[in-house]
């Protein structure tokens, strides 16, 4: 059972309960008991940018996202200067280097702006540890404790797709802003983080891309060495526009509140956006994330107003007869997502309302998804021909298709 106290503590401190997180994001009842890999859920996605003191700026205003923590050369760190940033639930790392022989920017030279760590939060990081090198997972860091006067934190790290990781984090008998090494620091941007005001509270899901013929290789990887099931399966002509296709899984942990969609190219007419993805990353990595929203039309005007560019959606979309008798009633009426450009899908649990940015970066990989969900666990099935019809016609601008 998922009680108050299998929250993470990002989502206590957003004053999120288990009812409001099944919600947002489809979470379910779940006994971790024989789970030899419990994850009870997401902890910090980490970038690596080409200038963290800029890229937090623009959490802020484009995201309405809050800075609560640093770590950087006043603090004692001279290789790279590190932003925690957060809203609801969801908290970033976003992290540049200072000195110009830094890992940081050497990875940044290679992929560009991009996400380098998926943290998660579990109960016991040894156990898990355990578990992860039985099952043949390449062990980046072994676990470790690092403390400060807050308390301690116990730490562990394990290799993923390309050079992605997941830290594995033990929060229990820490009460500091972040980490050790890190301190409390705030903007004069202007406060985000009440509830009243935030565009979004919960992480819904982070798309992986993958080398074609790798897909299932992670899909077992996940299986395997954390515990995930197969949530969802997306092949053919479900994932597919006349030109371009790919190929797509979905794995998520106990609770459902950890999902990752695995995405490879499939063989097609013209290169896919996983193709142009690969192509310009320099390899596998975080595709989109997903951000779980309570008023997707509020998020979304909010965040045009700050600059942030949306896929557009034709008119058409909107007329089509059988997209009308198939989602029924929802919320708000189809003209008030139309003149958003907001997708809307129903499956046998429910419906859902989404909408996906451009990239946000100077390189066409990286960028987000705002899920507004209304019972379904579903990732948008039906939207997916108009959504990558969409993604071609940006890929096609861009000199890419």
Request: proline letters at 4%; one cysteine or more; glycine letters at 8%.
């Amino acid at each position: 059972m998922t009680l108050e106290r299998d929250l993470t503590d990002t989502e206590r401190l957003a004053r999120l309960d288990p009812d409001e997180l099944r919600r947002l994001v489809g979470s379910i009842e779940y006994d971790a008991a024989h789970d030899p890999f419990p994850v009870s859920g997401w902890d910090a996605v980490e970038w690596v940018v080409g200038n963290a003191t800029q890229a937090v700026h623009f959490y802020q205003s484009a995201f309405g996202m809050e800075l609560v923590a640093y770590s950087g050369p006043t603090t004692g760190n001279s290789d790279h200067h590190s932003y925690v940033l957060r809203s609801g639930a969801v908290r970033f790392v976003i992290s540049g280097a200072v000195d110009p022989d830094s890992q940081l920017a050497d990875r940044h030279r290679l992929h560009g702006d991009g996400v380098v760590d998926i943290a998660l939060q579990v109960p016991d990081v040894d156990a898990c540890i355990r578990h992860a090198r039985a099952q043949g997972a390449t062990i980046l860091d072994e676990p470790h404790d690092v403390t400060d006067e807050y308390g301690t934190v116990r730490l562990a790290a394990i290799a993923t797709y390309g050079d992605t990781r997941h830290t594995l984090v033990d929060r229990s008998r820490y009460s500091g802003v972040y980490l050790p090494g890190y301190v409390e620091r705030t903007s004069s941007f202007g406060g985000r983080g009440d509830t009243a005001t935030r565009m979004f509270e919960a992480l819904d899901h982070v798309v992986g891309n993958v080398e074609l013929g790798r897909m299932d290789e992670w899909v077992d990887f996940y299986r395997r060495v954390m515990g995930f099931t197969n949530m969802a399966e997306f092949i053919g002509d479900d994932i597919a526009t006349d030109y371009s296709a790919l190929m797509s899984k979905v794995v998520c942990n106990g609770n459902h509140r950890v999902k990752f969609p695995l995405n490879e190219p499939a063989l097609a007419r013209k290169r896919s956006q996983i193709d142009e993805y690969l192509d310009f990353y320099r390899g596998p990595g975080a595709q989109h994330l997903a951000l779980a929203t309570r008023d997707i039309l509020a998020a979304v005007d909010r965040m045009r107003d700050q600059g942030i560019e949306f896929l557009p959606t034709p008119d058409a979309y909107y007329e089509d007869p059988e997209l009308r008798a198939r989602i029924g009633a929802v919320r708000v009426p189809i003209e008030e997502l139309k003149s958003r450009g907001v997708l809307v899908d129903r499956d046998e649990d429910g419906y859902l309302l989404q909408i996906f940015t451009k990239p946000v970066g100077d390189r066409p990989t990286v960028f987000f998804e705002l899920i507004e969900r209304h019972g379904s666990a579903g990732f948008g099935k039906g939207n997916f021909k108009a959504l990558f019809e969409a993604i071609e016609r940006e890929q096609a601008a861009r000199g890419n298709f």
